[in-house]
């Protein structure tokens, strides 16, 4: 098997394994306005970007060198800002619209400026 098949088969074993956990996360610390679009480019985008550490330092233990580890990084990283740049423009506009509908409770009063001991 050559290093480049190595790098994706253990990049793609541990984006499965641990990009639906962090595309998860993003969504319990902020909602989702966009729908199953914007929810389809969170999950690819982290499964990306979880990918990457993973695939580089499995294409420097396999002598891919380390220019080649450089590359296919910054190649991944991009990927995924484009992603997650194609998922703000679908989510900035839904949070826009659903502005009125979030919680009041995420906004920070004097009153508990003044209570909370800071």
Do not use: Q
């Amino acid at each position: 098997m050559t290093p480049a098949l190595w790098m994706l088969l253990v990049g793609g074993i541990w984006a499965l394994a641990f990009g639906p956990g962090v595309a998860r996360r993003t969504e319990e610390r902020e909602k989702i306005y966009g729908g199953t679009p914007a929810k389809a480019l969170n999950l690819i985008a982290c499964l990306i970007l979880v990918s990457a550490p993973a695939a580089i330092i499995t294409g420097l233990f396999n002598g891919i060198g380390l220019v080649g580890a450089l590359v296919v990084s910054f190649s991944l990283f991009a990927v995924g800002l484009l992603l997650m740049m194609a998922f703000s423009a679908i989510e900035g506009p839904a949070r826009e619209k659903n502005a009125d509908k979030r919680s009041i409770t995420n906004t920070w009063t004097e009153h508990d400026a003044r209570t909370s001991g800071l």
